[in-house]
């Protein structure tokens, strides 16, 4: 599996709005923006492993805002609420009122806000994977939890899960027989839903279709 380090950069200083973005959706945006060929939008991004620090998410963030906002027109920001209790919409409206794609995590903007919204109650035992998480599950979950040198701890870590839930961004056979071996790793019964690029896509079309052209 590839296990590449998060990119941080993409077209920097082509277009006229950035969007500050985690980097388990790094892959993601830059597929969409290649792909429409949107030209307003450059992208930095974040560390994922800030998903195990996530009250530091609002800071981290904070900084990003102010080394840029003299450099674009506009700034957004490709982030769920990520565990940070609220704060990071008050940064952000301390910052400016920056908007962010609406959601509490990336799991629910991928599968559609209202949704993952709709199955909360059923979904309440299910542990989700995106490709990202997918792809990284070793390095960013196994590893970073220590089960590779005490396995007998998955019990405790995912004892109260019942089910995996794999949301797929793009259909690729090697991701789904990998989400199928971390189900059967943790004894886990398996779902697969594809998620597509969910309401990410839109928020990122909005964002193009409003953006000013460079000078």
Known sequence: MDDTPDPIDFRRGHGSVLLIACGALAREIVDLIELNAWSHLDVTCLPAKLHHTPEQIPEAIRQKIRSNKALYTKIYVLYGDCGTGGML?????????????????????????EAFASRAEDDLTTFFLTDYFCRH??????????????????????????????????EDPALMEKAKEIADRLGLDFEHRFAGYGDMEQFMRNVEETSPATS
């Open 89 to 113: 919409d008050k940064v952000l409206a301390e910052e400016g009122n920056i908007e962010r794609i609406e959601g509490p995590h990336c799991f629910s903007f991928f599968a559609g806000n």
């Open 137 to 170: 599950f070793d390095k960013f979950v196994w590893q970073a939890l220590g089960l590779d040198r005490r396995a007998d701890m998955a019990e405790f870590v995912f004892g109260n899960y019942r089910k995996i839930v794999y949301m797929p961004q793009i």
